[in-house]
């Protein structure tokens, strides 16, 4: 299929050949039928695109500091290709989009096949959509009016926080086309519009459908033309829906508010507000969040968990529901708004010159009669009779900056790259000279060629995939955690005991160059030792999936596991009991500000600290080993300082143990031999753990058999 995309790196706008995305649980697959540029927030997106380094930093002051602070922990080369990897990551455009379901998936009751539907869908031949950001169409709202959706949605929900009432008077601020929607919604809800822009056909427009609509070219006061029509009072409310950097416009609309009056802003602009502003009138002021309340909740969004209609009335869904309605009752019409009907295929049309462009709303028409693919064939390589052929399931920031560029430096041969979507697999595809794109991860498992599957979807999909894959007959490295679950860890074991081929875990700070030669220097003793290793893991919100106990597991069976690992490494030996405290008075069990204990059955003790709440100009990860009236103290994989030690201080650019891990699990499948890490070593990390939080939970030291 087609998808229209940006490239942020070269500025270029691409109509890419994707992938068909793969129906998830809880979601629908829509061929689209028409989508709608929005004109303001993608000219945004395009124009950053075409922007260079420079001129991307100063519109990202905030990230710059995050970059400067990176290189001043991680270095010069290692923040730079960070950078450059999210700059490679392309961007889809478009959210307003109609079509017909092709799949339901599971546990969707709503829709079926047949149903037509607006979405929040990119400019794409198929959408694969969440089925709370989806609604059905009335039989008589055409594909053409019903893609106006949630452009309306938009400018309803800005409607919803002002809270007009009848007969109020408000001002709608930018007469493009959330604008205009919004202005006709207020007309409907009883309320005198009155409408600013600089563009004489949407004040046209505006003018048509009964708005008292002004162009401020004309020499007109904003202010005092509102003052005049309201008896000097000022208007009631005033939604804030243009897109411009000045800070005159929220000075303007506070000037021309009546005394307790309430702006809401939609658009984009500048907010330096002056206090005196809003001082003497006490405006309220308050910033609109997209479609309506659900925006932005993994849980309301990807879950499908809704809000109860008698505590949250009008979610993002049911205001999708409003339009739609709206337009079935002819209480909104959109038809004055389209300027321009394009094909796909002319999409250069649109984005060729967006800066210049008039247009007020241009629709995408889509007629493609191709059958749709789950893969597609990027390079034809030659994989027969070879071993270590690789097929990667996720494409992910991790795979993308870390996985791929240490395969390629060993010159691995993939055939396949997976991911649910499509878009991201087939850019790394062409990047990295892959084979093939796919958005059907069983395709890999099918394929005889592939004798090695490299996992790094989300923690939850770590444990089945694994099942699958082992019973495929295939050998797996699977990214950190394992499994999340005790039950899914004895599956694995199981599973584990039928099959002939390897399972490797992403433990790869045992691979590193200073562990190596910490290692070294420690003369693989199996004394006891004392290990101190501290992660200063920086915030992460508590919204974000990893501290979803059935999504990411937390972050100390998520992330913590990876030095627990690395402990058993130095330690030579097992664990055989944890315990663990955690920061606050009633800490949770996805606390990522722990400290965690860990006794071996050598003797060795070992104190993992992993924090959340340190300052991120400090080193992230540090280690300390004591033996034998010895010390080695490691500082964030770049220095060694040794105490005991003769002449054996080290120091290396940063490197985490990726590339050598993926060298060593490489030439294991192809030579055969030992796994990199024993199977009976990552169970024990992985029990570990799960007793990590069991310890949390009672208070005590917990056995790990």
Not at 88 to 96: A, E, I, K, T
Not at 116 to 137: C, D, F, T, W
Not at 366 to 395: C, Q, R, W
Not at 554 to 582: P, Q, T, W
Request: aromatic content about 8%; charged content about 25%; glycine content about 8%.
């Amino acid at each position: 299929m087609k998808q229209i995309i940006q490239d942020l790196k070269k500025g270029d706008t691409i109509l890419e050949e994707v992938p068909v995305p793969r129906v998830k649980s809880g979601s629908v697959l829509i061929k689209t039928t028409r989508s709608l540029v929005s004109l303001g927030t993608e000219r945004m997106l395009v124009e950053f695109g075409k922007a260079n380094f420079i001129q991307k930093a100063k519109q990202q002051p905030d990230k710059v500091k995050m970059v400067l602070d990176k290189i001043k922990t991680d270095g010069l080369k290692p923040t730079l290709n960070s950078v450059f990897n999210k700059l490679n990551q392309p961007l889809p455009l478009g959210y307003c989009n109609v079509g017909v379901v092709e799949a339901v998936g599971k546990g969707v009751l709503e829709f079926k096949v047949g149903d037509r539907v607006a979405s929040n869908g990119n400019h794409a031949e198929y959408v694969m959509i969440p089925q709370n950001l989806a609604a059905k169409i009335p039989d008589n709202v055409t594909d053409e009016e019903a893609v106006f959706t949630v452009i309306g949605s938009i400018g309803l929900q800005g409607i919803r926080l002002l809270n007009p009432t009848f007969g109020e008077t408000i001002v709608v601020v930018g007469l493009g086309l959330i604008g205009l929607v919004t202005a006709e919604l207020l007309q409907a809800n009883g309320c005198t519009v009155i409408g600013f822009d600089f563009d004489a056909e949407k004040v046209r427009i505006a003018k048509e459908k009964g708005i008292i609509a002004i162009n401020p070219g004309d020499g007109i006061n904003q202010v005092k033309f509102v003052e005049s029509l309201t008896n000097e009072v000022g208007a009631d409310g005033v939604i804030i829906t243009a897109s411009n950097k000045s800070d005159e416009i929220i000075s303007q609309s506070a000037n021309m508010c009546r005394k307790r009056g309430r702006i809401i802003l939609v658009g984009v602009i500048g907010l330096n507000i002056s206090r005196a502003d809003f001082y003497e009138k006490e405006i309220s002021f308050q910033v609109s969040c997209s479609y309506g309340p659900g925006r932005y909740d993994e849980s309301y969004e990807q879950k499908g968990q809704d809000y109860p209609i008698g505590y949250v009335r009008w979610t993002e869904k049911r205001n999708f529901e409003a339009v739609l309605g709206a337009l079935s009752k002819r209480t909104l019409d959109v038809k004055p708004l389209i300027t321009e009907r394009i094909p796909l295929s002319d999409y250069h049309k649109v984005y060729g010159d967006m800066k210049n462009s008039k247009s007020i709303a241009t629709i995408l028409e889509y007629n493609s009669t191709e059958e749709p693919k789950s893969t597609i064939t990027i390079n034809d390589n030659l994989f027969k009779s070879t071993k270590g052929v690789i097929g990667v399931i996720g494409a992910g920031n991790f795979t993308s900056a870390t996985i791929l560029p240490s395969l390629a430096k060993i010159k691995a041969k993939i055939k396949y790259i997976a991911s649910s979507g499509g878009l991201s697999s087939t850019t790394l595809a062409k990047r990295y000279q892959i084979s093939n794109s796919t958005s059907d991860y069983k395709e890999i498992l099918k394929d005889e060629d592939v004798d090695l599957v490299i996992i790094t979807t989300r923690h939850d999909m770590h444990a089945s995939m694994v099942l699958e894959t082992l019973k495929a007959g295939k050998s797996v490295f699977v990214e950190k955690p394992l499994a999340l679950t005790e039950s899914e860890l004895l599956e694995i074991i199981a599973e584990y005991s039928k099959q002939k081929v390897t399972l490797s875990v992403g433990f790869n700070r045992r691979f590193a160059p200073l562990a190596k030669k910490m290692k070294t220097l420690l003369k693989n003793d199996n004394t006891p030792k004392n290990i101190i290793a501290t992660m200063n893991a920086g915030f992460i919100p508590k919204d974000v999936w990893v501290h979803d106990m059935e999504v990411g597991g937390g972050r100390i069976i998520g992330e913590a596991c990876h030095y627990m690992d690395l402990c058993s490494y130095f330690a030579e030996s097992k664990i055989i009991a944890v315990c663990m405290n955690a920061m606050g008075v009633n800490p949770e069990e996805n606390t990522d500000n722990a400290s965690i204990l860990l006794k071996y059955e050598n003797g060795t003790n070992a104190v993992i600290n992993y924090f959340s709440n340190g300052n991120k100009g400090y080193s992230k990860e540090r280690i300390e080993i004591y033996s034998q009236e010895r010390t080695l103290i490691m500082d964030n994989w770049r220095k060694l300082k040794t105490y005991g030690f003769k002449g054996a201080k080290a120091s290396s650019k940063q490197d985490k143990g990726h590339f050598n891990q993926f060298n060593e699990l490489i030439k294991q499948q192809k030579e055969g031999g030992k796994p990199i890490i024993a199977f009976e070593d990552i169970i024990n990390t992985t029990k570990a753990s799960f007793a990590a939080i069991t310890s949390l939970k009672q208070g005590k030291w917990i056995r790990v058999d």
